[in-house]
Every structure is written in structure tokens, then in C-alpha cells.
């Protein structure tokens, strides 16, 4: 399967340190070699790198690592092909446009005979079910709700409604974003953590890479981090229980629904 990772800030923040240890995962400490991808929101425009390759043998990839675009909203993916070959088309994360914003999607999972009516507005390019949800959801929120962008509220009840259509069919771990906020779904297995004053050190799984977030950060910064499995070892991670759909801003989670039956835990 593959693996995700996302970024939500109060402020813009780069995501060298968690990426250095993600990056790893795609070849060298994990599995997951069939290609990498990560988006950057900054304002109204999106960076978006793409590579086929192993991330943790990828140019593309160092680049990144080394380059330390600041960021409010970010998403990343590492891929263990399930649908679809190996390929540039196939990559996540997938980018759309809706209501003049654009939008991002990765997802790890298998969805089991998915194939929901397309009406043309969102088609997809490559042959992942992935790509076909994103097209899929994206349909069904300009179907919701015309050409007015939604509040923020309405908005996620809304990606609940869909998500909890598209979780019939499989594992849908998702991280969603429009550069506002970031929406994620934990279908079987996601964590999270929030850095906020005070800060302190943290250290990597996957590389022996140390950061001290008191020397790079000011008192107000705060960063959550998504992440398929905890990236550092000496930090407490939140695993969010499986069959739960969180909303993220400003660096903290603001609401979470339950998308199957069972207990669920409030946001931390």
C-alpha cells in the first residue's frame, strides 16, 4: 500500500524535516518504490512535483528535500502501485480546479468495483482508482452545490456524506485540500501530531536526522503533521482511529465524524 503525508500551518512552514524522513520510506526503509509526488500550496497557486521513480532514489525528490518552500497546506504521497501501471498519469498527488481554487488529493487503499457515473466536468487521465474518487468527489461538490463556494462547515459535511459512499468499496485513507484547510480520511490507518510552543527536539525514524523546532519556529507557529505512520521516535503521535474524517486549520483539527461504526476520540 502506500503511504501519505500532509502539512497544515498557521503560518507558512517548510516540510524539509518530515519530508527527509518520508522521502526514505519510498525505496530505501519501505516498500513503497513506484513513484512519488508532493503539492504545495502558496496563495492561490500550487507547486506540484511528480516523479515515477523511488522517492528515496529520485533528483526530483533531493530537490525537494533541500528546498524549503514555506507552505500552509501540504500533501504528499509515496506509491505501492494497486491500480493502474507504474507512470507519470498514475502519480499522486492529483491536482483539479473548482470554484477558482486549486485542489489536491492523494489516497492510499484499494477501492473494489468503483466505477461511479461521470458526467465529463472531472475525467480522469491515468487508470487509478485513486484518481477516479478525486474525480468522483469533486463532481458530486459542484453538483452540491452549484458555483458558490461553500463555507468551510458545509463543506465537510459534505466530503462526509461522499466519503462515507466511496468507504463501501475499500480502503480510502485520503488527504484533501483546497489551501484553506485539510481534510483526512483514516479508513484503517492514519496519525497526527501537533507542534506548538514549547517547542522541542525531534528526531527522525527513518534518517538520523535531529531538529530543534525552538531554533527554527516563534512562540505563535503552530503545525500539524499527517502521516500514514509516525515519522519521528521520540514524539507522541495521535493515532486517529480508523473510520474517522478530520478537519484541519490553522494548524490544529477542528472537527472530526465518524465514517463507519465504533468509538471515536475527540481531536486532541
Not at 117 to 146: H, I, K, N, Y
Not at 188 to 214: C, E, G, M, N
Request: charged share 20%; aromatic share 10%; glycine share 8%.
Amino acid at each position: 500500500m502506500c503511504q501519505l503525508l500532509g502539512m497544515n500551518c498557521n503560518v507558512p512552514t517548510d516540510i524539509c524535516f518530515s519530508f527527509s524522513g518520508f522521502q526514505a520510506r519510498g525505496g530505501a526503509t519501505d516498500v513503497h518504490s513506484d513513484g512519488w509526488g508532493i503539492a504545495f500550496f502558496e496563495g492561490r497557486g500550487t507547486r506540484l512535483f511528480l516523479d515515477p521513480q523511488p522517492s528515496a532514489t529520485s533528483p526530483v525528490a533531493e530537490l525537494v528535500r533541500h528546498y524549503p518552500i514555506r507552505s500552509r497546506n501540504v500533501i504528499a504521497h509515496i506509491r505501492k502501485a494497486t491500480q493502474g501501471s507504474v507512470g507519470l498519469e498514475n502519480t499522486h498527488p492529483f491536482m483539479r480546479e473548482l470554484w477558482g481554487r486549486y485542489w489536491i488529493f492523494a489516497h492510499n487503499g484499494n477501492l473494489l468495483d468503483f466505477s461511479p457515473a461521470l458526467d465529463g466536468s472531472f475525467m480522469p487521465v491515468g487508470l487509478t482508482d485513486s484518481e477516479r474518487a478525486f474525480c468522483w468527489l469533486l463532481q458530486e461538490l459542484r453538483r452540491t452545490f452549484g458555483s458558490q463556494t461553500p463555507e468551510r462547515s458545509a463543506l465537510f459535511d459534505a466530503v462526509h456524506r461522499l466519503t462515507l459512499d466511496v468507504a463501501r468499496h475499500g480502503e480510502f485513507n485520503f488527504l484533501l485540500s483546497n489551501g484553506d484547510c485539510l481534510f483526512a480520511h483514516a479508513s484503517t490507518r492514519l496519525s497526527h501530531i501537533v507542534r506548538q510552543a514549547p517547542f522541542a527536539q525531534a528526531h527522525l525514524k527513518d534518517q538520523d536526522i535531529t531538529v530543534d523546532f525552538s531554533d527554527v519556529t516563534s512562540p505563535d507557529d503552530r503545525v500539524a503533521v499527517i502521516a500514514t505512520l509516525p515519522l519521528t521516535d521520540n514524539e507522541t503521535w495521535v493515532e486517529m482511529p480508523p473510520g474517522t474524517l478530520w478537519w484541519f486549520e490553522e494548524g490544529s483539527p477542528v472537527k472530526t465524524l465518524p465514517t463507519r461504526p465504533g468509538p471515536m476520540k475527540k481531536p486532541a
